[in-house]
């Protein structure tokens, strides 16, 4: 009879424990993949079922704790990390999360950064040294920017496994077989390429945290592809960029006139962001592209070419809204070119969807505040690159 009574009191334990245990939820849930290497963060996430470290600033405004959210609904617990992605944040303790509407909020006392919405626009007063104004879009108001690693250490970090049927597959790039033939060819034989960067800030590397010299040191999108070469052909690739901050596609001659001396095998032209605010017309950009292309194809006429169309630019300040024509003009750039020697990607639609499909904030994903992107959309540069030649 004793016995008994102590096998009916440790099932009773039992079942509390198991009910009220929060380890519960978690087992159901289970825990994403902690690996985070250079597969990792090349590989296109909608052909995955880990989203490794998307980015999300946690927004203060009327009063309400900051929030954010995440773009897909996970299947797993959620896994939250400060910029350096050394720090993890507790739930219950530093923010809860609502699966059904993504969001993460911040609770009082936490150790999680955060902004208030009216700190992204300049006020009356001056400015923190390391912020400058930028005029906002048709006379709105004007945004606040910097080029300093503010925006990125206030950002936090989410890993999560969820269902990739729940993303478009209409606005990334899909596999073209055959492309990029002779780079490939000549990967696969172990020979040293060279590939070469021509661009604008963006390419140049601004603002991935190893650009701004912080944690966690993270590569720009044409670094990570050199690296993605490298470790999946186990050969070298010797690197040139040739991108500078502030440039036009009218730079792109000189910028390839620059990089004859390194005769590259494959190139990045990545011109767009500036443009828009310059009065480039369709006619001078094609031509300003196709020109850049001519010479390096006169001195190497087996060079292949990647052609990239730029994100967005933040809709709310004048450097915003023009960005989606490039796509189709580097369409019509490469349709006089070799087949299958000139790749085409277009960063807009990707943006743009995260933006207004799933509820991404501007400033989730950047790390200035107008346009420049931060270590996670470094990222979904290089997946929206490698997936237009590379069969995941």
Not at 66 to 80: H, K, R
Not at 227 to 251: I, M
Request: glycine share 6%; net charge negative.
């Amino acid at each position: 009879m004793r016995k008994k009574w102590i096998y009916a009191l440790l099932a009773a334990c039992l079942f509390v424990f198991c009910a009220c245990s929060p380890g519960t939820q978690q087992e159901e849930l289970g825990m994403p993949s902690d690996r985070f290497e250079t597969m990792e963060m090349v590989t296109p996430f909608w052909l995955s079922d880990t989203m490794y470290n998307e980015s999300v600033m946690l927004v203060e405004e009327d009063e309400q704790p900051a929030s954010g959210v995440i773009a897909f609904t996970p299947t797993s617990q959620i896994v939250v990390r400060d910029s350096t992605l050394t720090k993890t944040y507790k739930e219950g303790v530093d923010y809860t999360f609502d699966p059904q509407t993504r969001t993460i909020t911040r609770l009082e006392g936490s150790e999680i950064p955060y902004i208030t919405r009216s700190s992204l626009y300049a006020g009356q007063g001056a400015l923190p040294e390391g912020f400058n104004a930028f005029p906002g879009a048709g006379g709105g108001p004007t945004l606040v920017y910097s080029e300093t690693p503010y925006y990125f250490q206030h950002q936090i970090f989410v890993t999560y496994e969820f269902d990739n049927s729940e993303m478009d597959r209409s606005i990334v790039s899909e596999y073209i077989n055959g492309a990029l033939p002779n780079t490939l060819q000549s990967l696969k034989n172990k020979e040293t390429i060279t590939m070469a960067v021509l661009g604008d800030s963006i390419s140049e590397g601004a603002n991935s945290s190893d650009f701004l010299n912080v944690e966690p040191y993270n590569l720009s999108y044409s670094e990570l592809i050199r690296s993605f070469f490298e470790e999946n052909f186990n050969t070298d690739v010797q690197y040139v960029n040739k991108s500078v901050g502030g440039q036009t596609s009218a730079y792109a001659a000189t910028a390839a006139r620059q990089a004859l001396t390194d005769n590259p095998d494959l190139i990045i032209l990545a011109f767009g962001m500036n443009d828009t605010t310059t009065g480039t017309s369709d006619t001078q950009y094609k031509n300003n592209i196709k020109s850049a292309m001519d010479i390096l194809l006169e001195q190497n006429p087996d060079c292949e070419f990647i052609l990239v169309a730029p994100m967005l630019a933040n809709p709310e300040s004048a450097a915003g809204g023009m960005q989606e024509r490039f796509a189709a003009l580097l369409e019509e750039v490469a349709d006089g070119y070799r087949e299958n020697s000139v790749v085409t990607v277009a960063m807009q639609p990707l943006h743009e969807y995260l933006l207004e499909n799933r509820g991404k904030k501007f400033i989730d994903m950047s790390a200035n505040n107008i346009n420049h992107p931060n270590d996670f959309f470094m990222r979904l540069y290089a997946m929206n690159i490698v997936a237009a030649f590379w069969d995941f």
